[in-house]
């Protein structure tokens, strides 16, 4: 049989096969050949149903969702059904279509192919995708990229650029579902963001800086090897260490090594470390702060146990002091594991201890660390009493009899026995997204109240123990400087302009913008660190300590404020600086003068009536609703002789009484203002135009919800969530 006869009867046979197709009710096809033949079989009808097509598949590109159609179907199919879950989003003739068309939400989409005389077709696999927003808040800056919306998983990408007669920022703040991230590259000389593989909705803020600034030099410090890379377009990147400088180095993007063992005592000490570059026709960069320390460093842990913090590699064996005494000759294997449990000492008595170790190895000095405290038996307790008597010297009591402090007026420094006692000596710098704060571990106060509400006394300690009243603190993180804002969020951070101007309200936003856990300075926090303060300084003068920056306490520079980190070259952890007298507490800065500070979680009302007040960061208000009022009455305007007490809303303190036996020189020595119910907002401490008596760490005034001002700032806290 030749092949012309095979291909005729091959064509005959296709033609008599769709011919008992169309006898049977299928639908036949425009081209009638082998290769759509079998979909033609499909469609002959079931017990007078129609076929079926097909189910196709999908998959996603980017923002692309495209749509396989299976050659099964033929050339039957003439549109798609779009699903979100079982509901009908869309139907289309393309094969493919846009996720972020679809509108925000979330998604599980599948396809149905349809046909004419067809049933249609079984849903496509799923997809499930989430269509976010992009929201960008720019000040004088512009995107290239105006998208409003993008689907999770892409990466989302544009150039920010400034406005005319402006300039890029160095820092900018991202937020996913409203949490700070660092999950994103921003190349500040360029304007190049990324943010890789989308999460949620987007936020982006980003202030143009208002004339050309250099960025901060890139520094690392290993062991005592500073290396510092200056930014681009610096002419010198100054190193200051303890306050003097140390090293000036010259030069753009150039790379600098400094050993400095070389330049300092091999005597313990924390050194602070600040770098910052300058140029002709820019401004300074953003100041780095660090430190350096010297000699092995050592902490104590759980009480007992005391482990190295740090110590350089070759040393391989520590001498161990207990009150300057030497008690043991210990192996050290440079474990993070390593510990000594102090409590073997059996000879060493009841009390409170000092410890300090010597490393031993091949070139190693034998300097001696820090000094740590531990104590053997019943936790200390710390205390004063006093507060409701018009003295304003308080009266040491328990383990605080015979501890003292000594202020150098010269340097600013002072030295103080209750370092190394507790709480501070578990205080821990910590540093995040947010800034930098002071960790405080759980305490627990003693507190003496009399039958009017007044505080007579107060003690503090790791547990209770005695007999009087305790009231139990969590663990929280205290802002180490003063709020400045950068995008839409607060920062605690050296080197910035403090945010002013915006209203307490505005602050409570912007603070909890950082993300779960993140507040403002509240009542509640602001009442330990004045307790704290009252037990180390055993005075209700506030100003005899430190004033900090207030238009008297320094010769230079007015009344102006001042910006954040002004104190990080004070050698002690309170102290101030001699030049304008800013100060800090125990790493604390301006926990009085520069700045008043806004104080959440109460709302002040007439005299003579109570506060309203919450711990609750969630119930945060300018009006009393949700909130609790206090058992003592706000007094009248007036010298503050007494703080009130209220045991079912602990360190919600207030002044409960004011009067003729408190002045400039008693009782507290600081002023409150109680202006009435259309007065509800408080500030506290004291600010740096002002030079008067009126203003300590007492100091209290009201103010309307929409009060701002130059002179009113912030402070984050970081509580247990």
């Known amino acids: 049989m030749s092949i012309s006869s095979q291909i005729t009867r091959i064509n005959n046979n296709i033609a008599a096969a ?49 749509i396989s159609n299976p050659s099964s179907n033929g050339g039957f199919v003439n549109k798609y059904k779009i699903y979100n879950g079982d509901t009908l989003l869309r139907e289309q003739t393309s094969t493919s279509f846009s996720k972020i068309a679809l509108g925000q939400g979330d998604y599980s989409l599948s396809v149905v192919a349809c046909g004419n005389d067809f049933t249609d077709s079984p849903k496509s696999n799923s997809i499930n995708v989430k269509v976010v927003s992009i929201t960008r808040v720019l000040t004088n800056m512009n995107s290239s990229n105006t998208a409003t919306l993008i689907s999770t998983g892409i990466n989302y990408t544009t150039t920010l650029s400034p406005t005319s007669g402006h300039y890029l920022p160095e820092d900018i703040a991202v937020t996913i579902d409203g949490v700070a991230t660092n999950s994103y590259t921003y190349d500040s000389y360029t304007g190049a963001l990324t943010i890789p593989s989308v999460s949620g909705n987007i936020g982006i803020t980003a202030v143009a800086y208002d004339s050309p600034k250099l960025r901060k030099p890139k520094v690392t410090l290993s062991g005592s090897i500073l290396t510092v890379i200056s930014p681009r377009y610096a002419s010198t990147t100054t190193v200051t260490v303890d306050g003097n400088v140390l090293y000036t180095d010259s030069g753009a993007e150039t790379t600098f090594t400094h050993d400095l063992s070389q330049s300092l005592s091999s005597d313990y000490a924390r050194h602070p470390i600040q770098l910052v570059s300058s140029a002709s026709g820019y401004d300074n960069s953003d100041t780095i702060s660090l430190s350096y320390d010297v000699g092995p460093v050592i902490a104590i842990d759980g009480f007992r146990y005391l482990k190295m913090v740090s110590a350089i590699s070759a040393v391989t064996a520590i001498r161990l002091f207990i009150d300057g005494v030497e008690e043991d000759f210990i192996n050290y294997d440079g474990s993070s594991e390593w510990s000594v449990d102090l409590f073997d000492y059996t000879s060493i008595a009841d009390g409170r201890h000092t410890v300090t170790v010597a490393g031993i190895g091949t070139g190693i000095a034998d300097n001696r660390s820090n ?28 383990d605080a009899v015979g501890l003292s402090y000594s202020i150098n ?7 103080s026995d209750f ?5 501070w000596n578990e205080t821990e710098i910590i540093n995040d997204s947010a800034g930098k704060f002071l960790q405080f571990p759980e305490m627990f106060f003693r507190v003496g109240v009399n039958s009017s509400n007044q505080i007579t006394d107060i003690a503090v300690s790791k547990a209770p123990s005695g007999g009087g009243n305790w009231y139990h603190v969590p663990a929280f993180a205290y802002g180490c400087y003063g709020a400045y804002m950068t995008g839409n969020a607060l920062k605690s951070m050296s080197g910035y302009s403090r945010r002013v101007d915006i209203t307490r309200a505005q602050f409570r936003t912007y603070a909890a913008n950082n993300g779960s856990g993140y507040c403002q300075l509240d009542l ?6 004045d307790f704290l303060w009252l037990i180390e300084w055993a005075t209700k003068n506030s100003q005899s300590i430190m004033t900090g920056r207030i ?13 954040t980190g002004g104190t990080d070259g004070v050698p002690t952890p309170s102290g101030f600086e001699t030049t304008y007298g800013q100060m800090r507490y125990h790493y604390i800065e301006d926990f009085v003068g520069n700045v008043m500070e806004f104080v ?21 208000a300018d009006t009393n609703t949700n909130m609790n009022p206090t058992v003592y009455n706000a007094p009248s305007s007036g010298w503050i002789f007494a703080l009130g007490w209220d045991a079912d809303n602990p360190f919600m303190v207030m002044p409960v009484t004011t009067g ?20 509800p907002v408080l500030c506290v401490g004291a600010y740096c135009s002002n030079s008067n008596a009126y203003y300590g760490v007492f100091y209290g005034g009201t103010n309307t919800v929409s009060y701002s001002s130059s002179n009113g700032g912030g402070r984050l806290l970081k509580v247990s969530e």
């Open 660 to 679: 003729n036996e408190a002045s400039a020189s008693a009782g507290f020595c600081d002023y409150v203002n109680v202006s009435g119910s259309s007065y």
């Open 551 to 563: 238009n008297s306490s320094g010769t230079s520079g007015g009344s102006s404020r001042l910006n």
């Open 371 to 398: 000094t740590a405290v531990y104590f053997k038996g019943a936790f200390p307790i710390y205390g004063v009493s006093g507060l409701a008597q018009s003295s304003p010297t308080l009266t040491r009591t328990d």
């Open 524 to 529: 509640y926090h602001r009442t330990v660190l």
């Open 18 to 66: 769709y011919a008992a197709c169309d006898g049977k009710g299928a639908s036949l096809p425009q081209a009638q050949n082998s290769a759509t033949l079998a979909a033609t079989i499909l469609t002959i009808p079931k017990d007078g149903d129609q076929p079926s097509l097909f189910a196709p598949t999908i998959s996603r590109n980017n923002d692309t969702v495209s």
């Open 600 to 620: 959440d979680g109460i709302v002040c009302g007439d005299a003579n009536a109570p506060y309203y007040v919450t711990d609750d960061p969630s119930k945060f």
């Open 409 to 415: 007026t010269s340097s600013g420094a002072i030295t």
């Open 419 to 423: 370092n190394d006692t507790f709480p």
